[in-house]
Protein backbone atom coordinates (compact mmCIF):
# COMPACT_ATOMS: atom_id res chain seq x y z
CA UNK A 1 0.00 0.00 0.00
CA UNK A 2 1.39 3.75 -1.01
CA UNK A 3 2.71 5.73 2.12
CA UNK A 4 -0.43 8.27 3.70
CA UNK A 5 0.16 11.88 2.43
CA UNK A 6 -0.19 13.09 5.08
CA UNK A 7 -0.66 11.40 9.06
CA UNK A 8 0.84 9.81 12.16
CA UNK A 9 4.14 8.26 11.52
CA UNK A 10 4.88 5.62 14.24
CA UNK A 11 8.68 5.79 14.74
CA UNK A 12 10.92 5.85 18.17
CA UNK A 13 12.31 9.46 18.63
CA UNK A 14 12.21 11.65 21.25
CA UNK A 15 9.88 13.97 19.43
CA UNK A 16 6.88 10.73 19.57
CA UNK A 17 8.04 10.71 23.21
CA UNK A 18 6.69 14.42 24.24
CA UNK A 19 3.11 14.40 25.30
CA UNK A 20 0.62 15.89 22.31
CA UNK A 21 0.25 18.70 24.96
CA UNK A 22 3.28 19.97 24.77
CA UNK A 23 3.90 19.31 21.32
CA UNK A 24 0.67 21.73 20.63
CA UNK A 25 2.10 24.36 22.84
CA UNK A 26 5.14 24.71 20.64
CA UNK A 27 3.23 24.55 17.85
CA UNK A 28 0.63 27.22 18.44
CA UNK A 29 3.88 29.17 19.87
CA UNK A 30 5.94 28.85 16.76
CA UNK A 31 2.90 30.38 14.27
CA UNK A 32 1.79 32.96 17.15
CA UNK A 33 5.64 34.68 17.34
CA UNK A 34 5.99 34.14 13.09
CA UNK A 35 2.51 36.06 12.69
CA UNK A 36 3.68 39.25 15.42
CA UNK A 37 7.10 39.66 13.74
CA UNK A 38 9.21 39.99 10.62
CA UNK A 39 12.56 40.11 12.60
CA UNK A 40 14.92 38.21 10.19
CA UNK A 41 16.58 37.47 13.45
CA UNK A 42 13.85 35.39 15.30
CA UNK A 43 12.91 34.18 12.08
CA UNK A 44 15.94 32.62 11.35
CA UNK A 45 15.92 31.03 14.68
CA UNK A 46 12.67 29.60 14.77
CA UNK A 47 13.49 28.08 11.13
CA UNK A 48 17.02 26.49 13.23
CA UNK A 49 14.40 25.00 15.47
CA UNK A 50 12.25 23.50 12.93
CA UNK A 51 15.42 22.12 11.48
CA UNK A 52 16.74 20.54 14.91
CA UNK A 53 13.13 19.61 15.68
CA UNK A 54 12.89 17.44 12.14
CA UNK A 55 16.21 15.92 12.86
CA UNK A 56 15.16 14.83 16.32
CA UNK A 57 11.67 13.35 14.55
CA UNK A 58 13.69 11.08 12.77
CA UNK A 59 10.87 11.76 10.25
CA UNK A 60 12.37 11.37 6.75
CA UNK A 61 11.97 14.21 3.86
CA UNK A 62 10.54 10.84 1.75
CA UNK A 63 7.58 10.32 4.48
CA UNK A 64 6.16 13.46 3.22
CA UNK A 65 7.34 13.98 0.10
CA UNK A 66 3.67 15.08 -1.76
CA UNK A 67 2.73 17.63 1.12
CA UNK A 68 6.50 19.23 1.27
CA UNK A 69 6.37 19.12 -2.96
CA UNK A 70 3.22 20.96 -2.46
CA UNK A 71 4.22 23.52 0.02
CA UNK A 72 7.43 24.39 -2.02
CA UNK A 73 5.59 24.98 -4.83
CA UNK A 74 3.16 27.18 -3.77
CA UNK A 75 5.82 28.99 -1.76
CA UNK A 76 7.90 29.77 -5.14
CA UNK A 77 4.25 30.71 -6.58
CA UNK A 78 3.60 33.35 -3.57
CA UNK A 79 7.37 34.80 -4.04
CA UNK A 80 6.99 35.23 -7.87
CA UNK A 81 2.91 36.73 -7.42
CA UNK A 82 4.51 39.16 -5.00
CA UNK A 83 7.62 40.18 -6.97
CA UNK A 84 5.00 40.69 -10.03
CA UNK A 85 2.47 42.70 -8.14
CA UNK A 86 4.69 44.95 -5.60
CA UNK A 87 8.03 44.62 -7.17
CA UNK A 88 8.55 48.11 -4.61
CA UNK A 89 7.41 46.93 -1.80
CA UNK A 90 10.35 46.50 0.28
CA UNK A 91 11.89 50.10 -1.11
CA UNK A 92 8.49 51.74 0.21
CA UNK A 93 9.09 49.46 3.66
CA UNK A 94 12.24 49.98 4.59
CA UNK A 95 12.33 53.91 3.40
CA UNK A 96 15.85 53.28 1.10
CA UNK A 97 16.95 51.42 -2.26
CA UNK A 98 19.57 49.73 -3.38
CA UNK A 99 19.49 48.24 -6.60
CA UNK A 100 20.87 45.25 -7.74
CA UNK A 101 19.67 44.62 -10.81
CA UNK A 102 17.30 47.47 -13.12
CA UNK A 103 14.94 45.56 -15.13
CA UNK A 104 12.21 46.44 -17.35
CA UNK A 105 9.85 49.55 -16.07
CA UNK A 106 8.70 48.90 -12.30
CA UNK A 107 10.67 46.11 -11.99
CA UNK A 108 13.57 46.92 -10.71
CA UNK A 109 15.45 44.27 -8.43
CA UNK A 110 16.45 45.80 -4.95
CA UNK A 111 17.99 44.44 -1.84
CA UNK A 112 15.05 45.80 0.33
CA UNK A 113 12.49 43.46 -1.78
CA UNK A 114 14.84 40.78 -2.11
CA UNK A 115 15.13 40.97 2.22
CA UNK A 116 11.16 40.87 2.45
CA UNK A 117 10.18 38.30 0.28
CA UNK A 118 13.49 36.09 1.93
CA UNK A 119 11.48 36.86 5.20
CA UNK A 120 8.06 35.68 3.42
CA UNK A 121 9.79 32.34 2.72
CA UNK A 122 11.68 32.24 6.30
CA UNK A 123 7.81 32.44 7.92
CA UNK A 124 7.45 28.87 5.64
CA UNK A 125 10.40 27.43 7.48
CA UNK A 126 9.93 28.70 11.00
CA UNK A 127 5.89 27.25 10.75
CA UNK A 128 5.46 24.58 8.04
CA UNK A 129 7.51 22.02 9.78
CA UNK A 130 6.77 22.20 13.24
CA UNK A 131 3.05 21.95 12.22
CA UNK A 132 3.88 19.19 9.71
CA UNK A 133 5.93 16.99 12.72
CA UNK A 134 2.70 17.73 15.38
CA UNK A 135 0.98 15.95 12.79
CA UNK A 136 3.74 13.41 11.66
CA UNK A 137 4.94 12.06 15.91
CA UNK A 138 1.05 12.42 17.11
CA UNK A 139 -1.12 9.61 17.15
CA UNK A 140 -4.99 10.89 16.27
CA UNK A 141 -6.36 9.92 19.57
CA UNK A 142 -3.76 11.82 21.85
CA UNK A 143 -4.18 14.48 19.23
CA UNK A 144 -7.95 14.96 20.01
CA UNK A 145 -6.89 14.69 23.87
CA UNK A 146 -4.56 17.42 23.71
CA UNK A 147 -6.97 19.69 21.75
CA UNK A 148 -9.24 18.99 24.44
CA UNK A 149 -6.77 19.31 27.05
CA UNK A 150 -5.96 22.95 25.98
CA UNK A 151 -9.52 24.09 26.22
CA UNK A 152 -10.95 23.08 22.40
CA UNK A 153 -14.70 21.26 23.00
CA UNK A 154 -14.21 17.57 22.57
CA UNK A 155 -16.34 17.41 20.17
CA UNK A 156 -14.34 19.39 17.92
CA UNK A 157 -11.34 18.02 18.88
CA UNK A 158 -12.71 14.75 18.20
CA UNK A 159 -13.62 15.97 14.76
CA UNK A 160 -10.73 17.04 14.16
CA UNK A 161 -9.06 13.96 15.16
CA UNK A 162 -11.38 11.93 12.81
CA UNK A 163 -10.09 13.41 9.67
CA UNK A 164 -6.40 13.10 10.25
CA UNK A 165 -7.39 8.63 11.10
CA UNK A 166 -9.41 9.11 7.89
CA UNK A 167 -6.86 10.38 5.42
CA UNK A 168 -5.32 6.97 5.05
CA UNK A 169 -7.84 5.14 4.51
CA UNK A 170 -9.14 7.51 1.84
CA UNK A 171 -5.37 6.75 0.09
CA UNK A 172 -6.34 3.47 0.17
CA UNK A 173 -9.48 3.47 -1.13
CA UNK A 174 -8.36 5.86 -3.88
CA UNK A 175 -5.92 3.31 -4.65
CA UNK A 176 -8.25 0.36 -4.66
CA UNK A 177 -10.74 2.41 -6.79
CA UNK A 178 -8.13 3.59 -9.35
CA UNK A 179 -6.85 0.19 -10.16
CA UNK A 180 -10.41 -1.45 -10.38
CA UNK A 181 -10.56 1.52 -12.73
CA UNK A 182 -7.67 0.98 -15.00
CA UNK A 183 -8.60 -3.02 -15.28
CA UNK A 184 -11.95 -1.35 -17.02
CA UNK A 185 -9.99 0.26 -19.02
CA UNK A 186 -9.69 3.87 -17.93
CA UNK A 187 -6.14 5.10 -17.27
CA UNK A 188 -5.58 7.72 -14.90
CA UNK A 189 -1.90 7.46 -15.11
CA UNK A 190 0.14 10.25 -16.24
CA UNK A 191 0.49 7.87 -19.19
CA UNK A 192 -2.95 9.39 -20.41
CA UNK A 193 -3.20 12.86 -22.30
CA UNK A 194 -4.50 15.51 -19.69
CA UNK A 195 -8.19 15.11 -21.01
CA UNK A 196 -8.74 11.79 -21.06
CA UNK A 197 -7.00 11.82 -17.50
CA UNK A 198 -9.28 14.64 -16.24
CA UNK A 199 -12.15 12.64 -17.73
CA UNK A 200 -11.55 8.98 -15.97
CA UNK A 201 -10.08 10.56 -12.74
CA UNK A 202 -14.09 11.77 -12.34
CA UNK A 203 -14.73 8.08 -12.36
CA UNK A 204 -12.49 7.28 -10.03
CA UNK A 205 -13.35 10.37 -7.35
CA UNK A 206 -17.44 9.70 -7.75
CA UNK A 207 -16.74 6.78 -5.87
CA UNK A 208 -14.48 7.34 -3.52
CA UNK A 209 -16.67 10.20 -2.64
CA UNK A 210 -19.81 8.31 -2.16
CA UNK A 211 -17.66 5.94 -0.14
CA UNK A 212 -16.53 8.37 2.32
CA UNK A 213 -19.99 9.75 2.90
CA UNK A 214 -20.90 6.29 3.85
CA UNK A 215 -18.31 5.72 5.57
CA UNK A 216 -19.26 9.27 7.69
CA UNK A 217 -22.65 7.78 7.76
CA UNK A 218 -22.20 4.50 9.52
CA UNK A 219 -19.41 6.74 11.88
CA UNK A 220 -22.05 9.21 13.17
CA UNK A 221 -24.65 6.46 13.58
CA UNK A 222 -21.95 4.22 15.86
CA UNK A 223 -21.07 7.37 17.69
CA UNK A 224 -25.02 8.45 18.49
CA UNK A 225 -25.30 5.29 19.72
CA UNK A 226 -22.97 5.14 21.95
CA UNK A 227 -24.22 8.31 23.24
CA UNK A 228 -20.94 11.03 22.17
CA UNK A 229 -21.80 14.30 23.10
CA UNK A 230 -24.19 13.92 25.65
CA UNK A 231 -22.04 15.01 28.62
CA UNK A 232 -19.95 18.06 28.77
CA UNK A 233 -16.57 16.06 29.60
CA UNK A 234 -15.05 12.76 28.34
CA UNK A 235 -11.86 11.54 29.64
CA UNK A 236 -9.25 9.74 27.10
CA UNK A 237 -7.69 6.72 27.16
CA UNK A 238 -4.76 8.43 24.90
CA UNK A 239 -4.05 11.11 27.26
CA UNK A 240 -0.83 11.43 29.35
CA UNK A 241 0.44 13.72 32.13
CA UNK A 242 2.70 15.57 31.72
CA UNK A 243 6.04 15.09 32.72
CA UNK A 244 9.68 17.33 33.04
CA UNK A 245 10.51 17.16 29.37
CA UNK A 246 6.68 18.63 28.66
CA UNK A 247 7.23 21.32 30.79
CA UNK A 248 10.37 22.72 29.53
CA UNK A 249 8.97 22.61 25.96
CA UNK A 250 6.18 24.44 27.09
CA UNK A 251 8.23 26.86 29.14
CA UNK A 252 10.78 27.34 26.05
CA UNK A 253 7.07 27.89 24.45
CA UNK A 254 6.11 30.62 25.67
CA UNK A 255 9.42 32.48 25.83
CA UNK A 256 9.70 32.31 22.11
CA UNK A 257 5.95 33.94 21.79
CA UNK A 258 7.34 36.14 24.88
CA UNK A 259 10.54 36.96 22.61
CA UNK A 260 8.37 38.54 19.96
CA UNK A 261 6.77 40.30 21.79
CA UNK A 262 9.49 42.13 23.30
CA UNK A 263 11.11 42.51 19.57
CA UNK A 264 7.53 44.15 18.90
CA UNK A 265 9.18 46.88 21.18
CA UNK A 266 12.99 47.17 20.60
CA UNK A 267 12.71 47.39 16.82
CA UNK A 268 9.12 49.56 17.31
CA UNK A 269 7.11 47.33 15.01
CA UNK A 270 6.87 43.95 13.16
CA UNK A 271 10.26 44.86 11.38
CA UNK A 272 13.96 44.88 11.84
CA UNK A 273 15.21 47.42 9.60
CA UNK A 274 19.09 46.43 8.47
CA UNK A 275 19.43 49.05 6.15
CA UNK A 276 19.63 52.10 8.62
Not at 207 to 226: H, K, W, Y
Request: glycine content about 6%; overall charge positive.
Amino acid sequence: MAKAVLGYIDRPSPLHRLTGTAKLVLVISLVVAAMLTFDARLLLGLSFLSIVLWTMSRVRLSDLKVVLIIIVTFMMLNNLLIYIFSPSYGVSLFSTEHIILAGPGRWVLTWEQLFYQSLVTLKYFAVLPGVLLFIATTPPPEFAASLNSLGVPYRYAYSVSLALRYIPDVQRDYGTISTAQQARGLDASRKAPLRVRTKNLLAVLMPLLFGSLDRIETTSAAMELRGFGSLKKRTWWAYRSLQLADWLIILASLAIVGLAIWLQFVNGGRFWNPFI
